[in-house]
């Protein structure tokens, strides 16, 4: 498989009032082509981060990427001018976001806001843009495509207008979409419709697609990759199969048995003990030695490099290796 | 087609409200302590025959609610009293007053509006550099000037100290005024094609309406500042910027169009403030309009003059929040569409 | 002291809050700043007789209505009038020789005077007002609503001048005309903030309890309500007198010869261009004033509002 995208030791912090938010630690992954990776992690862990790294999204005040190298078709997205960078966005990358009805501009109807991101990036007349709008709305089975365009965002429902922000950031054809938490906001029922939507969608589309979410059900739905993040840290990576069936890291363990499991007979649901840490004062080492029952004076003292255990699946933990 | 129900709706409610209006101005000239009758026949040393006769003109002897219905067929029939002071009636005064307060009045708000916004983006742009303090300041002490004060500051500046603009009034001495199309100087002088009035007037009314302004302007700075950098804040304008747009696109296009709705509506309510500023700065430049004929009036217990210029006042501030609401649908869609 | 510690352990988090607000508050520099202006002023008016140099009589007379009034009256030295500043008038003089200095020091009193009396009687009224149309609803709400419609549609310069012309010239008819023109906008913030406060699930529970309407009104609903009034009410404070100003500037005020700060500008005007202290200092007194009060709403509103405060 070809790479896509290339993330490798991407650092961001964001300085506050109450201290600096250590918020990604130096990650690295790579997204394929035509693939749909997931990046899971509990509330905090930097998922959202990682994305709006990608898009260099992160605002200064208060926040900064340090360092680190984003490659898409060999281009460093971190060194490119802003006006390349913003040419990508929309693009080649596009995003959609968690909350669709405050992601949407409230005074601006849905055909507008999807022409806009055509007529930005295409050289096409304002006819074409919105013929190709009517067409975007149709390929995500918007119900009454033609009203909709113009209607404003509020008078649709949470699952219109998260199908309406998928248009818009499909609209360019853009190489890399990126979904933070697109369903969280969402009814039970509606979430399904979404993911239905978007699993049909990756495979007419040639589009690569990263994932974010907590909720590894919809992992297992919708993609092939996973990456499991903690504080700022991946701690594994490997195929939905990989992760699933046989979890190395600890942490990745204890994601896998809190799910309940309904043909099992249990008394406790299963619970990772401990809080989050607080990024502005992390724990030395690896950040989940707190946590772990399995630590080692090594994980006090030093951040875990990462290992391979099977092919394609890396881990980053002392226990399965990089102990001198 | 929900528009026109809206329209329709509001003017409806227009007419209690004015009703309630004239209700209040009915009950103000009869708290006057003063012997109305004994005051218009000329005083103390009145004619007790006069005076009896004034009475009965007036209805004073009549019951309250019975004077309040000679007071409502008069207004209906756009007899607003008599003018004391000039001896004429009150609405002729008002016609020949007004087109001055309309041209200060106007002008002054646009350039609040105008200049307010502009700076109030700028300054929630470059938050925090020094324009954004000087603005703020600015914007600051502006709200806490007495207007008339102010007036007299830029006068003692720019009329006396650094002579480069007139001291009051319309028009210079010798300058004749336009011929009358609408009274507003600059509008008719323009079409008429009279220039000197025109470099006139123009130079006349840059004082006052600076004076006038400023208030307005600070307060519609602030507004758009702080709601701009509320605005900036939100989710869509992420997603505006996730699109790939320009940062200028992003704030002018997507952050304004948001924040001009909060910002007309402080600006409606701020249009009294401008009004009551009317009154005053006309006093100081001495400008031949419906303020000036308004502290006249009450200084010289004139209370025909001084109803008849409330409920003037009051029809105009009614009729500038239906133009504000019906602005606020325009600009809002959900206002407008949904519930 | 065993009940003031239980009392600090109850309420242990409002005073956490309030710490923290008052902490937020010290930081900023503009609301220091008003702060140190509104207390020149209270402090000026306190020790006025300390501070001044002249000092008013007070002398009682019937007025041509035929009232008994107390009048403020300066003594007259000619020899010295239309001053510029100098050692021993700080100032300046004005047209009567009296010295500005000391009259805008007795005028700081006035001001405040008419500041702390209008405010609070028009809130007395707006909060009476507004608790029980947003409490009760129905018809009386209809009511005070339409009735603070038909005020809120007169300008407030505009609807305090007619009414002054109609009482009679005199700051205390200036005082009510300022309390009519003022009661509806407290009426209508409390009324918002009762409607908002009338739905809380904690009032529900209370008058499942059987409380009365009353105490629910004065022990929940009320002190929930206060918050946006706190700057409302300091801003008001200063705008008060910059409009008693305006309605002295124009003749309607405070009668000749009382050292109230906007008509010693209007008299002043007319010596503008050969005494321009006459109109300068009690315009700068007023624009003190008032910025105090502002800077100190200002960051009131900043420091009490949810989004800002972290």
């Known amino acids: 498989m070809k790479e896509l995208l290339k993330v490798k030791g991407l650092k961001t912090y964001f300085y506050t009032y109450e201290g600096v938010v250590k918020a990604l630690e130096g990650i690295n992954f790579d997204i394929y082509k035509g693939e749909s990776i997931g990046l899971v992690g509990e509330t905090g862990c930097g998922k959202s981060v990682t994305a709006l790294s990608i898009m260099r999204l992160i605002q200064w005040p208060p926040g900064k990427i340090i360092e680190g190298e984003i490659t898409l078709d060999g281009k460093d997205l971190l060194k490119i001018s802003e006006e390349e960078m913003r040419n990508i966005r929309g693009a080649e990358i596009s995003m959609i976001f968690q909350e669709p009805m405050s992601s949407l501009n409230p005074v601006f109807t849905i055909g507008s806001q999807i022409t806009e991101a055509i007529t930005l990036h295409q050289d096409v007349d304002k006819k074409e843009a919105e013929k190709r709008s009517l067409d975007m709305l149709n390929l995500v089975r918007m119900p009454d495509a033609e009203k909709v365009l113009k209607q404003y965002p509020h008078e649709l429902s949470g699952g219109m207008q998260q199908r309406a922000m998928i248009a818009m950031a499909l609209s360019c054809k853009p190489s890399l979409l990126i979904a933070d938490e697109p369903t969280t906001a969402l009814d039970v029922t509606v979430q399904a419709q979404i993911l239905d939507l978007i699993r049909e969608l990756n495979e007419e589309i040639d589009s690569s697609m990263l994932l974010i979410t907590h909720d590894l059900g919809v992992v297992a739905q919708v993609c092939d990759r996973v990456a499991v993040m903690y504080a700022g840290y991946i701690v594994e990576i490997g195929t939905v199969k990989q992760i699933f069936k046989n979890p190395y890291h600890p942490y990745t363990k204890g994601l896998m048995y809190a799910i309940p499991k309904i043909h099992v007979e249990t008394k406790r649901l299963e619970v990772i003990r401990g809080v989050v840490p607080n990024l502005i004062t992390p724990p030395s080492g690896c950040r989940f030695h707190p946590r772990c029952d399995h630590a080692m004076d090594v994980c006090k003292k030093k951040a875990p490099p990462t290992v391979k255990v099977e092919d394609g699946h890396y881990v980053a933990c002392f226990l399965h290796g990089g102990v001198k | ?339 | 002291m065993g009940f003031f510690d239980e009392w600090k352990k109850r309420n242990e988090s409002r005073i956490k809050e309030t710490k923290f607000t008052l902490n937020l508050f010290r930081h900023s520099f503009l609301s220091m700043l008003g702060l140190v202006l509104i207390l020149l002023m209270i402090l000026t008016a306190l020790f006025a007789p300390f501070i001044a140099t002249e000092h008013p009589n007070y002398v009682t007379l019937i007025n041509p209505q035929g009232q008994r009034v107390t009048e403020q009256r300066w003594e007259i030295h000619f020899e010295e009038k239309l001053e510029p500043i100098s050692s021993k008038h700080l100032f300046g003089t004005n047209d009567y020789g009296y010295d500005i200095f000391s009259m805008i020091v007795y005028g700081s009193r006035l001001s405040i005077k008419i500041a702390l009396m209008v405010v609070v009687t028009a809130l007395i009224i707006g909060v009476v007002l507004g608790a029980l149309a947003g409490y009760f609803g129905g018809w009386m709400d209809e009511i005070v609503m339409r009735v603070t419609d038909i005020f809120f549609s007169i300008p407030g310069l505009i609807l305090a001048m007619a009414f002054t012309a109609a009482l009679g010239r005199s700051i205390e008819h200036v005082m009510y005309a300022m309390i009519i023109v003022w009661w509806p906008v407290y009426t209508r913030i409390i009324r918002a903030q009762v409607l908002k406060t009338r739905e809380e699930t904690y009032v529900e529970a209370a008058r499942s309890l059987g409380t009365t309407d009353l105490k629910i009104i004065f022990k929940h609903i009320l002190p929930n309500s206060f918050a946006p009034l706190f700057v409302q009410v300091t801003m008001d404070m200063g705008a008060v007198v910059l409009t008693a100003a305006g309605l002295s500037f124009i003749g309607l005020g405070a009668s000749p010869g009382t050292a109230e700060w906007g008509l010693m500008i209007s008299t002043g005007r007319a010596y503008i261009f050969q005494a321009w202290w006459y109109v300068f200092f009690p315009g700068m007194a007023i624009v003190l004033f008032v910025l105090g009060f502002n800077l100190l709403g200002d960051g009131l509103r900043d420091v009490l509002d949810p989004k800002l405060r972290r």
């Open chain 2, 1 to 339: 087609m929900k528009l026109r129900n809206y329209i329709i709706r509001r003017l409806a409610l227009l007419i209690p409200i004015l009703i309630g209006v004239t209700l209040l101005t009915f009950t103000i000239s009869h708290v006057i302590p003063a012997d109305v009758a004994r005051h218009f026949a000329g005083g103390a040393k009145a004619n007790p025959e006069t005076i009896a006769r004034i009475r009965e003109e007036m209805h004073l002897d009549e019951p309250l609610y019975k004077q309040y219905g000679y007071y409502l067929n008069d207004l209906i029939h756009g007899d607003l009293g008599e003018c004391y002071t000039e001896r004429r009636p009150v609405t002729e005064a008002i016609k020949q007053y007004l087109p001055a307060t309309a041209e200060l009045t106007i002008l002054a708000m646009v350039m609040a509006i105008f200049i307010g916004i502009i700076t109030g983006v700028v300054s929630a742009v470059k938050r925090n550099s020094w324009i954004d303090h000087v603005t703020r300041l600015i914007a600051i002490t502006g709200v806490s000037m007495p207007i008339f004060w102010l007036a007299l500051m830029l006068q003692l500046a720019f009329a006396y100290k650094y002579p480069i603009l007139p001291l009051d009034s319309r028009l210079g001495i010798g300058v004749v005024a336009p011929n009358h199309i609408t009274g507003l100087y600059v509008f008719d002088s323009l079409v008429t094609g009279n220039f000197t009035a025109l470099k006139s007037s123009i130079y006349h009314l840059i004082l006052p309406s600076i004076t006038l302004s400023f208030a307005s302007l600070a307060i519609i700075l602030r507004i758009t500042r702080s709601s701009m950098l509320e605005i900036v804040r939100s989710d869509y304008i992420r997603t505006a910027r996730a699109k790939g747009l320009r940062e200028r696109t992003v704030i002018y296009k997507h952050a304004l169009r948001n924040a001009l709705i909060p910002t007309i509506t402080v600006a409606g309510i701020n249009f009294a403030y401008l009004l009551g500023g009317a009154v005053l700065t006309e006093t100081i430049f001495n400008w031949p309009g419906m303020g000036r004929f308004a502290v006249a009036a009450v200084n010289n217990l004139d209370f025909p003059s001084v109803m008849g210029f409330t409920l003037i006042a009051a029809i105009v501030m009614v009729t500038a929040n239906l133009i504000v609401d019906l602005l606020y649908s325009v600009l809002d869609p959900r206002v407008r569409l949904g519930d």
